[in-house]
Protein backbone atom coordinates (compact mmCIF):
# COMPACT_ATOMS: atom_id res chain seq x y z
CA UNK A 1 0.00 0.00 0.00
CA UNK A 2 1.64 3.25 -1.13
CA UNK A 3 2.11 6.11 1.60
CA UNK A 4 0.28 9.52 0.73
CA UNK A 5 2.26 11.57 -1.16
CA UNK A 6 3.58 14.97 1.11
CA UNK A 7 5.59 17.21 -0.76
CA UNK A 8 8.54 18.32 1.68
CA UNK A 9 7.14 21.95 0.37
CA UNK A 10 3.94 20.91 2.49
CA UNK A 11 4.01 21.22 6.66
CA UNK A 12 6.33 19.10 8.50
CA UNK A 13 4.58 16.13 10.47
CA UNK A 14 5.42 18.08 13.12
CA UNK A 15 3.28 21.29 12.60
CA UNK A 16 0.55 19.31 11.94
CA UNK A 17 -2.70 20.75 13.60
CA UNK A 18 -3.54 18.23 16.35
CA UNK A 19 -6.28 20.29 18.47
CA UNK A 20 -9.49 20.97 17.37
CA UNK A 21 -9.98 23.24 20.62
CA UNK A 22 -6.69 25.57 19.21
CA UNK A 23 -7.14 29.18 18.72
CA UNK A 24 -6.24 28.68 15.10
CA UNK A 25 -8.94 26.11 14.55
CA UNK A 26 -12.04 28.42 16.72
CA UNK A 27 -11.26 30.94 14.36
CA UNK A 28 -11.22 29.23 11.04
CA UNK A 29 -14.37 28.19 12.24
CA UNK A 30 -15.65 31.71 13.35
CA UNK A 31 -15.82 32.86 9.96
CA UNK A 32 -19.01 31.08 9.22
CA UNK A 33 -20.83 33.79 11.24
CA UNK A 34 -21.80 37.10 9.78
CA UNK A 35 -20.38 39.29 12.37
CA UNK A 36 -16.82 37.89 12.28
CA UNK A 37 -16.38 38.19 8.48
CA UNK A 38 -17.68 41.81 8.45
CA UNK A 39 -14.50 42.31 11.43
CA UNK A 40 -11.96 40.18 10.05
CA UNK A 41 -12.85 41.07 6.45
CA UNK A 42 -12.16 36.93 5.14
CA UNK A 43 -14.40 34.27 4.67
CA UNK A 44 -14.37 30.55 4.90
CA UNK A 45 -14.00 28.07 1.76
CA UNK A 46 -15.08 24.57 1.83
CA UNK A 47 -14.70 21.73 0.12
CA UNK A 48 -12.45 20.52 -3.05
CA UNK A 49 -14.62 22.57 -5.52
CA UNK A 50 -15.10 25.73 -4.40
CA UNK A 51 -11.40 26.04 -3.04
CA UNK A 52 -10.16 24.83 -6.58
CA UNK A 53 -11.71 27.40 -8.55
CA UNK A 54 -10.33 30.27 -4.97
CA UNK A 55 -6.53 28.65 -5.67
CA UNK A 56 -6.75 28.84 -9.30
CA UNK A 57 -7.98 32.01 -9.57
CA UNK A 58 -5.69 34.99 -9.33
CA UNK A 59 -7.71 37.34 -8.39
CA UNK A 60 -8.68 35.86 -4.98
CA UNK A 61 -6.22 36.53 -2.53
CA UNK A 62 -6.41 32.87 -0.26
CA UNK A 63 -4.98 33.88 3.13
CA UNK A 64 -4.51 30.34 4.03
CA UNK A 65 -4.86 26.08 2.91
CA UNK A 66 -6.12 23.41 5.21
CA UNK A 67 -6.26 19.84 4.93
CA UNK A 68 -5.37 16.56 6.13
CA UNK A 69 -2.09 14.43 4.68
CA UNK A 70 -4.60 11.99 2.82
CA UNK A 71 -6.81 15.46 1.59
CA UNK A 72 -3.10 16.73 0.28
CA UNK A 73 -2.63 13.55 -1.53
CA UNK A 74 -5.76 12.92 -3.13
CA UNK A 75 -5.79 16.69 -4.25
CA UNK A 76 -2.68 16.98 -5.07
CA UNK A 77 -3.38 19.78 -7.73
CA UNK A 78 -5.09 22.25 -5.57
CA UNK A 79 -1.85 21.68 -2.87
CA UNK A 80 0.19 22.57 -5.74
CA UNK A 81 -1.21 25.66 -6.97
CA UNK A 82 -1.62 27.31 -3.36
CA UNK A 83 2.47 26.64 -3.75
CA UNK A 84 2.89 28.04 -6.98
CA UNK A 85 0.86 31.32 -5.69
CA UNK A 86 2.61 31.40 -2.42
CA UNK A 87 -0.07 30.79 -0.56
CA UNK A 88 0.59 28.73 2.64
CA UNK A 89 -0.62 25.09 3.15
CA UNK A 90 -1.12 23.86 6.45
CA UNK A 91 -1.74 20.15 7.79
CA UNK A 92 -4.40 19.16 10.22
CA UNK A 93 -5.83 15.96 11.71
CA UNK A 94 -9.07 14.39 10.46
CA UNK A 95 -10.48 15.91 13.54
CA UNK A 96 -9.08 19.37 13.69
CA UNK A 97 -10.88 19.97 9.85
CA UNK A 98 -14.15 18.20 10.81
CA UNK A 99 -14.08 20.98 13.69
CA UNK A 100 -13.13 24.26 11.20
CA UNK A 101 -16.10 22.62 9.14
CA UNK A 102 -18.37 19.45 9.04
CA UNK A 103 -19.20 20.55 5.07
CA UNK A 104 -15.47 20.88 3.41
CA UNK A 105 -14.61 17.12 2.92
CA UNK A 106 -11.35 18.36 4.82
CA UNK A 107 -10.55 20.79 1.81
CA UNK A 108 -10.64 24.15 3.88
CA UNK A 109 -9.58 27.21 2.51
CA UNK A 110 -9.30 31.41 4.31
CA UNK A 111 -10.08 33.76 1.72
CA UNK A 112 -10.30 37.79 1.96
CA UNK A 113 -14.10 38.93 0.97
CA UNK A 114 -14.36 39.61 -2.57
CA UNK A 115 -15.39 43.45 -2.91
CA UNK A 116 -16.78 44.43 -6.26
CA UNK A 117 -19.02 47.45 -7.17
CA UNK A 118 -21.07 48.29 -9.83
CA UNK A 119 -18.97 50.70 -11.46
CA UNK A 120 -16.59 47.11 -12.01
CA UNK A 121 -19.35 45.52 -13.54
CA UNK A 122 -19.93 48.80 -15.78
CA UNK A 123 -16.36 48.89 -16.58
CA UNK A 124 -14.67 45.61 -15.90
CA UNK A 125 -15.23 44.09 -19.73
CA UNK A 126 -14.09 47.67 -21.60
CA UNK A 127 -18.03 47.17 -22.76
CA UNK A 128 -21.43 47.57 -20.77
CA UNK A 129 -22.41 44.21 -19.44
CA UNK A 130 -24.53 42.12 -21.66
CA UNK A 131 -26.48 40.05 -19.02
CA UNK A 132 -26.95 40.47 -15.47
CA UNK A 133 -28.58 38.46 -11.92
CA UNK A 134 -30.12 41.04 -9.73
CA UNK A 135 -31.68 39.90 -7.01
CA UNK A 136 -33.89 41.57 -4.66
CA UNK A 137 -34.65 40.53 -1.48
CA UNK A 138 -33.37 36.82 -2.29
CA UNK A 139 -32.59 35.46 1.62
CA UNK A 140 -32.34 32.00 0.87
CA UNK A 141 -28.34 31.34 0.70
CA UNK A 142 -29.12 27.97 -1.67
CA UNK A 143 -31.05 29.66 -4.17
CA UNK A 144 -28.81 32.94 -4.01
CA UNK A 145 -25.78 30.55 -4.48
CA UNK A 146 -27.44 28.70 -7.30
CA UNK A 147 -28.24 31.80 -9.01
CA UNK A 148 -24.62 32.79 -9.19
CA UNK A 149 -23.77 29.19 -10.24
CA UNK A 150 -26.36 29.81 -13.32
CA UNK A 151 -25.62 32.85 -14.15
CA UNK A 152 -22.27 31.87 -14.69
CA UNK A 153 -22.67 28.38 -16.67
CA UNK A 154 -25.25 30.85 -18.61
CA UNK A 155 -21.98 33.98 -19.17
CA UNK A 156 -23.57 36.63 -17.09
CA UNK A 157 -21.23 39.57 -16.61
CA UNK A 158 -22.75 39.72 -13.43
CA UNK A 159 -24.90 39.07 -9.72
CA UNK A 160 -25.98 41.73 -7.88
CA UNK A 161 -27.77 41.25 -5.03
CA UNK A 162 -29.87 43.83 -3.31
CA UNK A 163 -29.23 45.11 0.67
CA UNK A 164 -32.29 43.23 1.99
CA UNK A 165 -30.41 40.30 0.64
CA UNK A 166 -28.38 37.09 1.95
CA UNK A 167 -24.50 37.48 2.74
CA UNK A 168 -22.56 36.15 -0.47
CA UNK A 169 -19.76 35.26 1.68
CA UNK A 170 -21.93 32.96 4.28
CA UNK A 171 -20.65 29.48 4.04
CA UNK A 172 -24.05 28.05 2.59
CA UNK A 173 -24.41 30.38 -0.42
CA UNK A 174 -20.57 29.81 -0.83
CA UNK A 175 -21.00 26.09 -1.14
CA UNK A 176 -23.89 26.24 -3.23
CA UNK A 177 -22.09 28.38 -5.97
CA UNK A 178 -19.35 25.03 -6.43
CA UNK A 179 -16.89 27.69 -7.09
CA UNK A 180 -18.78 29.92 -9.88
CA UNK A 181 -18.37 32.74 -6.80
CA UNK A 182 -14.90 33.27 -8.31
CA UNK A 183 -16.14 33.48 -11.67
CA UNK A 184 -18.96 36.09 -12.07
CA UNK A 185 -18.52 39.34 -10.11
CA UNK A 186 -21.08 39.57 -7.30
CA UNK A 187 -21.87 42.41 -6.19
CA UNK A 188 -23.59 42.86 -2.34
CA UNK A 189 -25.55 45.66 -0.59
CA UNK A 190 -27.00 47.42 -3.56
CA UNK A 191 -30.29 49.67 -3.34
CA UNK A 192 -32.47 48.33 -6.17
CA UNK A 193 -33.83 51.58 -7.66
CA UNK A 194 -30.28 53.19 -8.15
CA UNK A 195 -29.10 49.80 -9.64
CA UNK A 196 -31.42 49.33 -12.32
CA UNK A 197 -31.19 53.14 -12.99
CA UNK A 198 -27.29 52.94 -13.66
CA UNK A 199 -27.98 49.48 -15.86
CA UNK A 200 -30.58 50.98 -17.54
CA UNK A 201 -28.32 54.03 -18.55
CA UNK A 202 -26.00 51.61 -19.80
CA UNK A 203 -28.38 50.44 -22.38
CA UNK A 204 -29.67 47.24 -20.37
CA UNK A 205 -33.78 46.40 -20.36
CA UNK A 206 -34.69 45.37 -17.41
CA UNK A 207 -36.86 42.45 -17.03
CA UNK A 208 -38.43 41.08 -14.28
CA UNK A 209 -39.18 37.21 -13.74
CA UNK A 210 -42.94 36.77 -12.51
CA UNK A 211 -45.10 34.13 -12.65
CA UNK A 212 -47.91 36.34 -13.03
CA UNK A 213 -46.17 38.42 -15.72
CA UNK A 214 -48.79 39.30 -19.09
CA UNK A 215 -45.34 38.25 -21.30
CA UNK A 216 -44.46 34.74 -22.09
CA UNK A 217 -40.74 34.05 -22.19
CA UNK A 218 -41.07 31.43 -24.87
CA UNK A 219 -43.23 34.19 -26.92
CA UNK A 220 -40.04 36.58 -26.46
CA UNK A 221 -37.43 34.03 -27.70
CA UNK A 222 -39.56 33.37 -30.82
CA UNK A 223 -38.88 36.98 -31.87
CA UNK A 224 -35.66 37.18 -30.44
CA UNK A 225 -33.66 39.86 -32.54
CA UNK A 226 -36.96 40.82 -34.35
CA UNK A 227 -39.03 42.08 -31.92
CA UNK A 228 -42.45 44.02 -32.83
CA UNK A 229 -42.18 47.73 -32.03
CA UNK A 230 -43.44 47.61 -28.28
CA UNK A 231 -42.12 44.07 -27.30
CA UNK A 232 -39.08 43.36 -25.78
CA UNK A 233 -36.25 42.37 -27.42
CA UNK A 234 -34.17 39.37 -25.61
CA UNK A 235 -31.25 39.67 -28.17
CA UNK A 236 -30.53 43.58 -25.99
CA UNK A 237 -28.49 43.60 -23.31
CA UNK A 238 -30.76 42.59 -20.06
CA UNK A 239 -30.89 42.50 -16.33
CA UNK A 240 -32.99 40.11 -15.00
CA UNK A 241 -34.94 40.56 -11.67
CA UNK A 242 -35.43 38.69 -9.10
CA UNK A 243 -37.63 38.30 -5.96
CA UNK A 244 -37.66 36.74 -3.20
CA UNK A 245 -38.31 32.93 -3.01
CA UNK A 246 -41.80 32.88 -0.70
CA UNK A 247 -43.57 35.74 -2.19
CA UNK A 248 -41.42 36.76 -5.53
CA UNK A 249 -41.48 40.63 -6.64
CA UNK A 250 -43.05 43.48 -4.48
CA UNK A 251 -45.20 45.45 -6.99
CA UNK A 252 -43.11 48.52 -6.92
CA UNK A 253 -40.03 46.81 -7.50
CA UNK A 254 -42.13 45.22 -10.03
CA UNK A 255 -42.96 48.48 -11.86
CA UNK A 256 -38.71 49.39 -11.53
CA UNK A 257 -38.41 46.95 -14.67
CA UNK A 258 -39.65 47.47 -18.56
CA UNK A 259 -41.83 44.86 -18.61
CA UNK A 260 -42.75 41.49 -16.22
CA UNK A 261 -42.26 38.09 -17.49
CA UNK A 262 -43.28 34.31 -17.11
CA UNK A 263 -41.49 31.10 -17.15
CA UNK A 264 -44.22 29.07 -19.05
CA UNK A 265 -45.68 26.27 -17.13
CA UNK A 266 -46.45 23.03 -19.73
CA UNK A 267 -46.91 20.75 -17.04
CA UNK A 268 -48.90 20.51 -13.68
CA UNK A 269 -46.39 21.89 -11.43
CA UNK A 270 -48.21 25.25 -9.15
CA UNK A 271 -44.74 26.86 -9.63
CA UNK A 272 -41.24 27.13 -10.16
CA UNK A 273 -38.61 27.98 -7.25
CA UNK A 274 -36.21 30.86 -7.59
CA UNK A 275 -33.11 29.40 -8.74
CA UNK A 276 -34.85 27.03 -11.67
CA UNK A 277 -36.92 29.81 -13.12
CA UNK A 278 -33.60 31.70 -13.06
CA UNK A 279 -31.49 29.56 -14.87
CA UNK A 280 -34.00 28.95 -17.46
CA UNK A 281 -34.28 33.26 -17.88
CA UNK A 282 -30.36 33.69 -17.89
CA UNK A 283 -30.12 30.93 -20.61
CA UNK A 284 -33.14 31.89 -22.94
CA UNK A 285 -30.86 35.56 -22.62
CA UNK A 286 -27.71 33.57 -23.32
CA UNK A 287 -29.64 31.65 -26.93
CA UNK A 288 -30.68 35.21 -28.40
CA UNK A 289 -27.30 36.75 -27.51
CA UNK A 290 -25.79 34.12 -29.40
Same mark, same amino acid.
Given at each position: MMAPVVDERDAQRDDVLQNPGAERVKAVRALATRAVRARTGRFLVEGPQ? +??EAV???SVRVRDLYVTEQTADRYREIVDAAHARGIPVRLGTPQVLEAMSPDAQQVVA? &??????SLDDVLTRQGRPPRL +? &??? &??VRDPGNAGTVVRAADAAGADAVVLTDESVDVHNPKVVRSTAGSLFHVPTVEGATLAATIRSLRTA???VLAADGAGELDLDDLLDVAGAAPAGTPDLARPTVWLFGNEAWGLREEDRALADAVVRVPIHGRAESLNLATAATV???ASARAHR
Open positions: S +VRLTAV &ADRLDF +V &ALL &AHGMLCLY
